[in-house]
């Protein structure tokens, strides 16, 4: 019986020394494919930190772009409206010019003795004074017609965007 169990416990030492020596030839296997791969075939881990760096490079320069394409919206937008501002002061003291011509023009149109107080005359001469102040705002009416014509292009002017 001394003997089954010495048997045994070799039988037992050689199944566990055959393990340990599968185990390690099977890391001895692993290992080699693995440099016999490096060798030949760059690990797959290196390829995907190109990729990645690829893309944010990509990314990167896309940022790059899309910052310069907006500051030179916006600095495109700054000069139109610089000279926006520029025709408008111009546009506006030209029409400022006009009124005050269309205004003098209508001062001269308007007799002399519209401009001062009225005098009391008789009774005979009221009626005719009446029929000639009826006229005198149509005049009035008309010159107010032609200022506001004025204005009218001076704020469609002042309004219009300028083309490049």
């Known amino acids: 019986m001394a003997e089954q169990r010495d048997v045994r416990k070799q039988i037992e030492h ?20 693995s440099k016999e791969t490096e060798r ?18 990509f990314a990167e320069r896309v940022m790059k772009g899309q910052r310069k394409m907006v500051n030179d919206v916006v ?5 139109q409206t610089d000279r926006a501002a520029k025709v408008g002061r111009a546009t506006t003291k030209k029409a400022s010019k006009r009124v005050t011509a269309a205004k003098k023009a209508v001062a001269k149109r308007v007799p002399a003795a519209k ?7 008789p009774a005979k001469k009221a009626t005719a004074k009446k029929a000639t102040a009826k006229k005198a705002p149509a005049k009035k009416a008309t010159a107010k017609k032609a ?9 469609a002017v ?3 965007v300028p083309e490049r």
């Open 14 to 33: 050689l199944i566990e020394r055959a393990q340990d020596e599968i185990l390690e030839a099977s890391r001895e296997l692993a290992n080699g494919i």
């Open 40 to 57: 030949f075939v760059p690990p797959i881990s290196n390829d995907i930190e190109r990729l990645v760096d690829d893309v944010f490079d």
């Open 75 to 79: 600095k495109t937008i700054n000069e």
């Open 115 to 121: 401009k001062g107080p009225a005098k009391k005359a």
């Open 147 to 155: 200022v506001a014509k004025t204005e009218a292009a001076v704020r």
């Open 158 to 160: 002042t309004t219009r």
